[in-house]
């Protein structure tokens, strides 16, 4: 699996990550619609890396909270209620991973700090929970 994550373009490492959020949190917590947040993960493969990942990261649990004036303040209040802790870290690890490429003007491709993140999701989210990891 390590050389198979090793081997992705960045744009598959965040593609691979956000399958991995949407498939995770499918399983976990399948009573939620999960659209919005999905919709706001998706927009960080289709346009500017850094335009995206403001909004993202203006959606995720502890910036939304800050925020009740936004009009998709309640939608992702409701979202959030009732999970646990794994949204925030599995949230963050993408930041993290789309931080890692447009925040660093020459990115060692091979210093794979992307591939430990997730390979981390993949033994803490997937693995325990008998989850199937999505293709790469």
Known sequence: MNEKLKNMS?????????SCIEKYLSFKYPQK???PLFSAME???????????YSFTDVMPECIVKT???PDYNIFMALYKDTENDVSELLESLEIIVELFIYTSM???NNNESVKIMED???KYFIPNN???PDL
């Open 10 to 18: 960045i744009e598959d490492r965040i593609v691979f990550t956000i």
């Open 33 to 35: 619609d999960w659209t």
């Open 43 to 53: 927009k960080l493969n289709n346009t500017y890396w850094d335009e995206s990942l």
């Open 68 to 70: 009740p004036n936004r």
């Open 107 to 109: 990115y060692d491709f």
């Open 121 to 123: 999701i993949i033994n």
């Open 131 to 133: 989850i199937s990891v």
